[in-house]
């Protein structure tokens, strides 16, 4: 597969001011990308709940300018200047000049705010470069007069981070080469809505906070040092055959299949982190205390309650709508002690960026 979106410049005559803004959400992966190669690939293929509630929202303000060339930007993170995100913003953009050659012949204002604390295991990256990536297709597309390609804004999420080219879908996404999904590739997204059993069109996941430090060890470095990780290949081979069976097992509405296959990712996931060199450790005990209490709540009750976990500490517990009193129970006998301030973000699944 070859796609390569390059940009094109804007008609001097046509240049404005003017501003857009987006809201995208988060996603959750129950098959993970932990692994990539070359520019932003990755090394198996993945699949997310769009989600709901954990968004980024952003707006740009545009400016004609000059076209020396130089790219004007500054960056404004819950309405304070921000030179860290803001730098990585622009590192982004200059490393990726082709994609918006007009992105010199306009000044921008970037200001960004999110639903859910930074750097907390919840992928604020993919909410919050969706979002970006959003706004940036949308000032193209007023000025092109093309319609908006999702396609595109997928491609573009995905070299900003990874796991954002699968927050631009409804409900599910795939990305990553597959043998026996069709259209999945390792360049952008696919969307996967409608294809599965309507039990997961409002799947919940509420997210137990366990911690909102900031991780000792980010993704970026994580996914370095899969390089290196002795059990990379069995990995990498385990997320494809995953992926398979976690697709039959949604098409049939198979609850049990599902959870056995979403948790056994979590912990693969958090196995590989423990045993690569340096070792390293992003649960924390309260995320061991839930996962015992979420298994025990199965147990009892035999409900369709499970858990997976992002590169952090904290939970998402998934279940079906239909049982969402008797989890909020459970949750507040069981759980809540065990999270940060009681700090829940309760989501769902999700319908995809939405523009403001
Ligand atoms: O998109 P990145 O580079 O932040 O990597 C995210 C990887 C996981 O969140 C751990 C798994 C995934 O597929 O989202």
Redesign the pocket.
């Given at each position: 597969m070859t796609y390569n979106p390059l940009g094109k410049k804007i008609e001097q005559s046509k240049l404005k001011e003017g501003s857009t803004s987006w809201k995208s959400p988060s996603?959750?992966?129950l098959?993970?990308?932990?692994g990539?190669h070359g520019n932003?690939l990755p090394r198996n293929a993945?699949i997310?709940f769009t989600l709901d509630t954990a968004h980024t929202q952003t707006e740009i303000k545009f400016y004609p300018k000059e076209d020396n060339e130089l790219i004007e930007m500054e960056f404004f993170f819950e309405g304070e200047k921000n030179i860290a995100f803001g730098t990585k913003i622009r590192n982004y953009l200059e490393g990726n000049r082709n994609y918006f050659p007009w992105i010199t012949q306009l000044a921008l204002i970037i200001s960004s705010t999110n639903s859910f604390p930074h750097s907390s295991g919840i992928?604020s990256?993919?909410s919050s470069m969706s979002a970006l990536i959003m706004c940036l297709m949308d000032i193209e597309s007023q000025f092109q007069g093309e319609p908006l390609s999702v396609k595109k804004a997928s491609f573009l999420s995905r070299l900003a981070?990874?796991?954002?080219s699968?927050s631009l879908y409804p409900q599910l996404s795939i990305w990553g080469a597959h043998p026996n999904i069709e259209h999945s590739n390792d360049l952008f997204a696919i969307s996967y809505e409608n294809q599965v059993d309507s039990v997961f069109a409002d799947f919940h996941d509420d997210i137990l906070i366990v911690s909102a430090k900031e991780k000792s060890v980010s993704?970026?470095a994580?996914?370095k040092l899969m390089e290196e990780n002795i059990y990379a290949s069995s990995r990498y081979e385990q997320a494809n055959h995953h992926l398979e069976e976690l697709i039959k097992a949604m098409k049939k509405g198979d609850l049990k299949t599902f959870g056995e296959i979403v948790e056994s990712e979590a912990m693969t996931?958090h196995a590989l982190m423990m045993c690569s060199n340096p070792s390293y450790i992003l649960m924390e005990p309260n995320t061991l205390n839930i996962i015992r209490e979420i298994r025990a709540f199965r147990q009892r009750t035999n409900h369709p309650v499970f858990f997976t976990l992002?590169?952090g500490p904290n939970i998402h517990m998934l279940y079906p709508s239909d049982l969402f009193d008797e989890v909020v129970s459970f949750t507040e006998e069981y759980l809540l002690a065990y999270c940060l301030d009681g700090k829940i973000i309760r989501d769902k699944v999700g319908q995809g960026p939405k523009k403001i």
């Open positions: 996603n959750i992966a098959v993970k990308y932990w990539k932003q993945s997310s992928a990256s993919a981070s990874g796991s954002a699968r993704s970026t994580g996914h996931l992002d590169a």
